[in-house]
């Protein structure tokens, strides 16, 4: 206010160096925050579309307000440096401390659900003895670390821009005090996930792991459809006496076939094969529905219709 009142002759360059210093941080935010994510998602799921579109529906979140709060910030620079009314400059600021504290917020949240998930998913495992998940235990306990210097780092931020709003007049401290909790926690994130990323090898036991399991689900997949089809053959070999008696519908045996199954799908069926039987049957059902079976004669006193005969 002393400078703009008495016009003096000063060097603006210190807006604008702390502009460019707060893209290279926001810039930086988003990024660590989305790639540490997408770390700790890699350890658990080695393909998993739905995470990946989550995490892109969140990030695409973040670039929206910190785009918005960058733009706004660097408004604000230009403002002050050409002289602008002061109302103007008022509102400039009050917008983008609104987008910054939505930005902050929304990391804060996010850093709490990956840090839970992290602990949860990934600290979990070692209570499984017999679990492939054991892969990488060391880099896992690394990254769930980095996770929390996230959020502790969050955390501050969060105190920190609620400062800002509240005292005004303590600026500079709290600036100082934002420096040293967010390079304190940066660096401490910085040295776990290092050792959070696994060594190069020839070959991911993960995903050797996912190999296997894609060449098993195979294998039960096609040995499932197999039983449905060898169960239809000899039910219709059973029914018909080897094709001299009239078949039932197919949409009958299919009937048949399913309550066998029964209405709940077993606890131990760790390739679902009762999905696929099931499936498989809905599927055929749909394929025979109009289908009529060719009704032989019998000799004389029965009738080709087979349900007469049951009569």
């Known amino acids: ?33 989305w790639g540490t994510c997408r770390v700790l998602v890699r350890y658990k799921y080695l393909r998993s579309n739905t995470i990946f579109r989550a995490t892109t529906v ?8 910190a785009l918005y709060h960058l733009i ?11 002289f602008s009314d002061l109302n103007v400059i008022n509102a400039i600021a009050e917008a983008r401390s609104g987008f910054e504290v939505a930005f902050t917020a929304l990391q804060f949240c996010s850093t709490i659900a990956m840090s839970v998930w ?36 969050s955390f501050c931020e969060v105190v920190i821009v609620g400062q800002l709003d509240r005292w005004p007049a303590n600026t ?25 990323i696994p060594k190069n090898a020839e070959e991911d036991p993960l995903i050797k792991r996912q190999e296997e399991q894609d060449r098993a689900d195979e294998a039960a997949k096609e040995a499932a459809l197999e039983e449905v089809a060898t169960w239809i053959i000899q039910k219709l070999g059973e029914v018909t006496e080897h094709g001299r008696k009239t078949s039932p519908t197919i949409p009958t045996l299919l009937d048949t076939l399913e ?20 499936k498989e049957i809905h599927k055929l059902r749909e394929l025979y529905a109009d289908w009529e079976p060719i009704y032989k004669w019998q000799g004389e006193g029965t009738t080709t219709d087979p349900s007469r005969d049951a009569e």
Request: proline letters at 2%.
């Open 1 to 33: 206010m002393v400078v703009r009142h008495n016009r003096a002759n000063v060097t603006y360059g210190y807006i604008l160096v702390n502009t460019i210093y707060n893209t290279f941080k926001v810039f930086s935010d988003v990024f660590v925050l």
């Open 58 to 65: 969140v990030a695409s979140l973040f670039w929206f307000l």
């Open 72 to 82: 706004l910030l660097f408004v604000l620079s230009f403002a002050w440096l050409s």
């Open 118 to 153: 992290a602990v949860y998913k990934l600290g979990s495992v070692r209570l499984n003895i017999n679990s492939v998940s054991l892969f990488y235990s060391e880099e896992r306990e690394f990254s769930i670390a980095a996770s929390i210097a996230l959020l502790l780092r």
């Open 172 to 196: 500079q401290e709290i600036f100082r005090a934002r420096d040293v909790t967010y390079g304190l926690f940066s660096m401490f994130f910085v040295g776990f996930i290092t050792f959070a």
């Open 259 to 278: 309550s066998e199954l029964g209405p709940q799908r077993p606890h131990q069926d760790l390739y679902n094969v009762w999905d696929t039987k099931k």
